[in-house]
């Protein structure tokens, strides 16, 4: 038991000092798996569980992976989003909900998918609430632990470690390197930043602020309010569709005034954009889609399918899974 175990180890070891030292073929590696799930759709029959499990298993094993780089070569960066628990079950959970959604399907049948779904939706709420009211997040990302920069990473550590100076082991203290250290008359005597640059930008504007808490608070709950318009309505009814557009509107729109007062970090603006531009998605969702996107498409994938060389193989594919990936992917709580 005990040669199992430090076999074990010795791999896990070996793995993670593989990953560290081969980052260019781990991305490599980690793309061509994710390729290759997206190929299982319309090839699995109706195993729906299986196409879920093939495709949340490359994004799991992608932060698997990033934390673990993190973990191996920052001495003394610190990047929250990877020392931050709550983003890390936060993403987990992103990447496995339509499994998870899936599996309740398949073991209790319709009520026992609607009760993960409830149950899934508000961990999610309570988590991003608390990013928003107790730790300060302004805009929460989705997912909350995007894909590691590799490139960038490793040359934020390299340049850290070779021009700036080196980290005291036990105390984690940063000392600055004398040889690559500037002219005396230019120095400004300052520690060195313990973190990469996070892009906190602090106002003195506190109205602004509660306008921003309101607009995230609105948007997390949205899908918490959709259940509950689905609830009373339907699901094919066109409230619980009107209520999340209106809601998003809202929220958008009191990030574009607040824009004015307050300056958003560059990760912040890249979520914003992300948000405005998922607003198209309403036209895959239903009942929309079920009333008007659904003809108008089809007939767009006809023209292609006979009018565009070797477009009737992917117009064909697309008409194929388009209604599966439609009743998935296209809730209203997606963010």
Request: proline share 4%; aromatic share 10%.
């Amino acid at each position: 038991m005990e040669s199992a175990s430090c076999t074990l180890n010795n791999l896990w070891t070996s793995y993670k000092r593989w990953i560290v030292t081969n980052p260019q073929l781990l991305s490599d590696i980690e793309a061509t798996v994710r390729c290759l799930s997206y190929f299982s759709f319309g090839h699995l029959g109706n195993s729906n569980l299986a196409i879920e499990l093939i495709y949340s298993m490359p994004n799991l094993i992608v932060l698997c992976n990033d934390l673990l780089m993190y973990s191996s070569k920052c001495t003394y960066l610190k990047i929250p989003q990877f020392e931050s628990k709550i983003k890390i079950w936060l993403t987990v959970v992103e990447y496995t909900e339509t499994l998870l959604e899936i599996s309740a399907n398949k073991l209790w049948g319709a009520k026992g998918k609607w009760l993960i779904i409830l149950i899934v939706q508000l961990f999610k709420t309570v988590l991003r609430l608390l990013l928003v009211h107790v730790y300060k997040e302004r805009v929460t990302k989705s997912p909350a632990i995007p894909p590691l920069d590799r490139e960038k990473f490793n040359k934020v550590i390299h340049n850290a470690e070779l021009k700036e100076g080196f980290t005291l082991k036990r105390s984690g203290t940063v000392i600055r390197s004398v040889k690559h250290s500037v002219p005396v008359e230019m120095r400004t005597w300052k520690a060195l930043p313990s973190n990469i640059d996070e892009n906190e930008n602090l106002t003195k504007n506190q109205q602004s602020l509660i306008s921003l808490k309101l607009a995230e608070s609105l948007y997390v709950t949205k899908p918490l309010l959709h259940l509950g318009a689905i609830y009373i309505t339907n699901q094919k009814r066109w409230p619980p569709w009107m209520l999340s557009l209106i809601i998003d509107m809202i929220s958008l729109n009191i990030y574009t005034r607040s824009s004015q007062k307050i300056l958003f970090s560059k990760e912040e603006k890249e979520e914003l954009v992300r948000r405005r531009l998922s607003l198209l998605l309403y036209i895959l969702r239903s009942p929309f889609y079920d009333k008007y996107s659904c003809t108008k498409i089809n007939a767009l994938l006809d023209t292609v399918s006979t009018s565009v060389p070797f477009g009737k193989l992917l117009a064909n594919a697309v008409k194929k899974n388009l209604p599966y990936m439609q009743s998935m992917y296209f809730y209203m709580w997606s963010r």
